[in-house]
């Protein structure tokens, strides 16, 4: 699929990847993956279905009723392009945060719930995972930061707090972040994810400190 690689500095290990929402490319996320950590890897992905002349990840029926066959296959789809990705450019997914928007949370939040893939974490941002397709999938130590927006009409915040506990069932260390914006991202979430990333770095480095002690 189309994407978007750029190496990190400074050797990190992390790589943070980018889902874009509707109508997006995948240059779209890269101020947020800039914010969150500038010296980490970025791989950014572009969604391979169109909808009316706009990039998706899959296709939907009507705002509130996704295309269940098109999100499996390309919820597929995706999963073997990222674990080719990991070969082509020497990266490891379980030191990678997925960073979605809207339709790229929606298909990062697939991701985390339909297949055995261990990420580092991830950044849900304004997304409604209208699916029954969950799996008993393991997310124990998977840390998820979900953010929502209070005058969100498209996805509301009560869909992310419904995501939330879907994942808390599967073991992941979930948590919400209510904005007071619309559906848009907004600055605060940025400072959001910057933080959370933050901490989830440094706790993985006191925990490899501890093992070596």
Do not use: C
Not at 110 to 125: E, K, R, S, T, V
Not at 153 to 177: C, D, F, H, N, W
């Amino acid at each position: 699929m189309e994407h978007l690689f750029i190496k990190g500095k400074n050797n990190s290990p992390y790589t943070i990847i980018l889902f874009h929402g509707t109508g997006g490319r995948e240059t779209d996320l890269l101020d947020v993956a800039a914010t969150m950590d500038s010296n980490a890897n970025v791989l950014s992905l572009r969604g391979d279905t169109d909808e009316n002349g706009q990039t998706r990840f899959f296709k939907r029926h009507s705002p509130a009723e996704f295309d269940e066959d098109s999100l499996r296959e390309e919820g597929r789809k995706v999963k073997e392009s990222l674990l080719s990705y990991e070969k082509k450019y020497g990266i490891d997914l379980e030191q990678s945060i997925l960073v979605g928007y809207s339709n790229g949370a929606n298909m990062a939040a697939h991701l985390l719930l339909n297949y055995d893939l261990y990420f580092f974490g991830a950044i849900l941002m304004h997304s409604g995972y209208k699916s029954e397709q969950i799996q008993k999938v393991d997310l124990t130590r998977t840390s998820v930061m979900l953010t929502a927006g209070a005058r969100d009409m498209v996805t509301t915040a009560g869909e992310s707090y419904q995501l939330k506990k879907e994942l808390e069932l599967r073991g992941a260390i979930a948590e919400v972040k209510l904005t007071d914006g619309g559906h848009e991202i907004v600055p605060d979430e940025l400072m959001e994810a910057h933080v959370w990333f933050l901490g989830l770095k440094r706790e993985a480095e006191d925990e490899f400190d501890n093992l070596g002690k």
